[in-house]
């Protein structure tokens, strides 16, 4: 973990531009990491060089030719991260925007069959499922997820699963339980009954984790909102394979490759992602001695699970003097307490208080945490919990013990002044 060296942690603090102050409310704990993390200073430096610059890409001049180099340095940086040796980046809107594309794509383009995916999704992808199914006249089936464990897995999906699936959305990690998924075995037992099904995977929450490995997965599509992986908002990036881009998609006319941009993208969202990607080789040639990229990159992603498992165990089992969360009576978890799918999150409730009113103690004594309500965004997992919202605590590999203890302390002094 990252404080196994001495001044690890202080050389990956200074790197994140607002770590330990909020440039609103002052001195704060930031665990409202999955809501956007944390922004690293090379991406705030980047972003304001790129704004500055006049020229577009595709001209005949010096500037025009750089920008075309950084956006293809850009995009085999993606494909180093994601380990993806196949299929194509690009970028869009947002990454709820380029699921809806992608998910169009895939129940458009293919013949009739069932839509596949779980009630445990972001609205991203049941909302364009469930759209594009109905449009298309196609069942769009959920399988239910296990509300014990806050996660799905491949013999939830099994049942379900026939040989006319034609596409299937998987989560990665759950932005409201923080629980993973196993992509990889949920992706094979699809495969084993409908081969030619369209696999598409939601990583925003999982990316700023680590621990990417595309060519592993065995799906079609991957997208990610970068401003939950250190770089800034304003884009998204979607990586789709061979065979999701043959199908038809929206493009202009004429346009050589049949590209899936659409209109000029912003360079800068490229090359601030340069950055993040500059960032997890640094972080893992602090683990490793070898000097491939790709195996920084394994080192850091390995090194951020093991630093976030370490703080979440702190959170629920107590650190120092700080008693953890599952010694405090009145506090309930969601997904349980001794989960390994955990990464890095831990939502809870405390009984007999609102979730609003807890966030607002915690604001109160300096640490940023975040209410889910029974919404159209976390009412697939608070209703059938019988809850109306919780509360989430999500951190990143930058957050400290310190930082947990703060958070205990506070948490300690509102359920002790509620039981009173």
Same mark, same amino acid.
């Given at each position: 973990?990252?404080?196994?060296?001495?001044?690890?942690?202080?050389?990956?603090?200074?790197?994140?531009?607002?770590?330990?102050?909020?440039?609103?409310?002052?001195?704060?704990?930031?665990?409202?990491?999955?809501?956007?993390?944390?922004?690293?200073?090379?991406?705030?430096?980047?972003?304001?060089?790129?704004?500055?610059?006049?020229?577009? %890409?595709? #001209?005949?001049?010096?500037?025009?030719?750089?920008?075309?180099?950084?956006?293809?340095?850009?995009?085999?940086?993606?494909?180093?991260?994601?380990?993806?040796?196949?299929?194509?980046?690009?970028?869009?809107?947002?990454?709820?925007?380029?699921?809806?594309?992608?998910?169009?794509?895939?129940?458009?383009?293919?013949?009739?069959?069932?839509?596949?995916?779980?009630?445990?999704?972001?609205?991203?992808?049941?909302?364009?499922?469930?759209?594009?199914?109905?449009?298309?006249?196609?069942p769009h089936v959920l399988v239910a997820h296990d509300d014990a464990t806050g996660s799905v897995d491949a013999a939830h999906y099994q049942p379900e699963i026939t040989p006319d699936t034609r596409v299937a959305t998987i989560l990665h990690t759950?932005? *409201?339980?923080?629980?993973?998924?196993?992509?990889?075995?949920?992706?094979?037992?699809?495969?084993?009954?409908?081969?030619?099904?369209?696999?598409?995977?939601?990583?925003?929450?999982?990316?700023?984790?680590? #621990?990417?490995?595309?060519?592993?997965?065995?799906?079609?599509?991957?997208?990610?909102?970068?401003?939950?992986?250190?770089?800034? =908002?304003?884009?998204?990036?979607?990586?789709?394979?061979?065979?999701?881009?043959?199908?038809?998609?929206?493009?202009?006319?004429?346009?050589?490759?049949?590209?899936?941009?659409?209109?000029? #993208?912003?360079?800068?969202?490229?090359?601030?992602?340069?950055? *993040?990607?500059?960032?997890?080789?640094?972080?893992?040639?602090?683990?490793?001695?070898?000097?491939?990229?790709?195996? %920084?990159?394994?080192?850091?992603?390995?090194?951020?699970?093991? =630093?976030?498992?370490?703080?979440?165990?702190?959170?629920?089992?107590?650190?120092?003097? %700080?008693?953890?969360?599952?010694?405090?009576?009145?506090?309930?978890?969601?997904?349980?307490?001794?989960?390994?799918? #955990?990464?890095?999150?831990?939502?809870?409730? *405390?009984?007999?208080?609102?979730?609003?009113?807890?966030?607002?103690?915690?604001?109160?004594?300096?640490?940023?945490? =975040?209410?889910?309500?029974a919404d159209h965004y976390s009412g697939n997992i608070l209703n059938p919990l019988g809850q109306a919202n919780c509360i989430r605590v999500s951190m990143c590999h930058y957050n400290t013990e310190a930082e947990v203890a703060q958070f205990l302390?506070?948490?300690?002094?509102?359920?002790?002044?509620?039981?009173?």
């Amino acid at each position: 973990m990252l404080t196994s060296k001495p001044g690890l942690m202080d050389d990956v603090r200074a790197r994140f531009a607002h770590v330990d102050t909020c440039p609103f409310d002052g001195p704060r704990v930031f665990f409202e990491n999955a809501g956007g993390a944390l922004t690293l200073n090379s991406v705030v430096e980047t972003s304001a060089k790129m704004a500055a610059i006049p020229d577009n %890409q595709g #001209r005949d001049n010096p500037a025009a030719h750089a920008l075309v180099a950084m956006i293809d340095k850009a995009k085999a940086d993606m494909r180093l991260l994601f380990n993806a040796p196949e299929g194509q980046f690009f970028v869009g809107e947002s990454g709820t925007e380029l699921i809806f594309r992608l998910i169009r794509t895939a129940i458009v383009g293919t013949p009739e069959g069932r839509v596949l995916g779980s009630t445990l999704e972001h609205p991203a992808t049941r909302s364009a499922a469930a759209k594009w199914s109905e449009v298309m006249g196609k069942p769009h089936v959920l399988v239910a997820h296990d509300d014990a464990t806050g996660s799905v897995d491949a013999a939830h999906y099994q049942p379900e699963i026939t040989p006319d699936t034609r596409v299937a959305t998987i989560l990665h990690t759950s932005p *409201v339980t923080g629980m993973a998924v196993d992509v990889a075995s949920v992706a094979k037992e699809i495969r084993a009954v409908a081969p030619e099904c369209y696999i598409i995977v939601d990583g925003i929450q999982h990316a700023a984790h680590g #621990r990417l490995d595309i060519a592993s997965y065995g799906v079609d599509g991957y997208v990610i909102s970068p401003y939950k992986a250190f770089s800034r =908002h304003g884009y998204g990036i979607a990586w789709v394979s061979d065979r999701l881009s043959a199908l038809p998609h929206e493009h202009l006319l004429d346009a050589p490759g049949e590209p899936w941009e659409l209109g000029t #993208r912003d360079t800068g969202a490229y090359a601030t992602f340069s950055d *993040v990607v500059d960032y997890f080789t640094w972080l893992g040639a602090q683990f490793t001695d070898e000097t491939d990229r790709r195996a %920084q990159i394994v080192a850091a992603g390995e090194a951020i699970h093991a =630093h976030e498992k370490t703080l979440t165990d702190a959170m629920l089992h107590g650190t120092g003097n %700080q008693k953890g969360l599952v010694e405090m009576p009145s506090v309930r978890i969601v997904g349980g307490v001794d989960n390994p799918r #955990r990464e890095g999150l831990v939502s809870l409730w *405390v009984e007999g208080m609102d979730s609003p009113d807890v966030v607002t103690k915690l604001r109160e004594r300096g640490v940023r945490t =975040h209410t889910r309500k029974a919404d159209h965004y976390s009412g697939n997992i608070l209703n059938p919990l019988g809850q109306a919202n919780c509360i989430r605590v999500s951190m990143c590999h930058y957050n400290t013990e310190a930082e947990v203890a703060q958070f205990l302390q506070a948490m300690r002094e509102i359920t002790e002044e509620a039981a009173a």
